[in-house]
Nanobody, 121 residues
């Protein structure tokens, strides 16, 4: 399963960005379960930003609650992260995360290549 993320960039504090991440598997049929975003700021550990489970349940880091919205297009196997009221402390590399299963395998965790989000003050 390959993940293609896009949407990062530079924005001023208070601005918005939307990240997207699409999952594909070279034409193979596969199932997607959890989809979400982790982030890693310079000198810090990777942390969960937002996650959506198969049943639609969402989890957010306390620091982004009320500002980030996660949703998916199940048919396109794409997850989106709408980030509003961005703060300089949101600056990080954002990694798409997907739990997926190919027909001949069980569930596995997959990571995207990372997209940089920079929020200037």
């Amino acid at each position: 399963v390959q993940l293609q993320a896009s949407g990062g960039g530079l924005v001023q504090a208070g601005g918005s960005l939307r990240l997207s991440c699409s999952a594909s598997a070279s034409g193979s049929v596969f199932n997607v379960y959890d989809m979400g975003w982790y982030r890693q700021a310079p000198g810090k550990q990777r942390e969960l930003a937002s996650l959506q489970t198969t049943d639609g349940t969402t989890r957010h880091a306390d620091s982004v609650k009320g500002r980030f919205t996660i949703y998916r297009d199940a048919a396109l196997k794409t997850v989106y992260l709408q980030m509003d009221l961005l703060k300089p402390e949101d600056t990080a590399v954002y990694y798409c995360y997907v739990v997926a299963a190919l027909p001949w395998q069980g569930r596995n965790n997959y990571w995207g290549q990372g997209t940089q989000v920079t929020v200037s003050s």
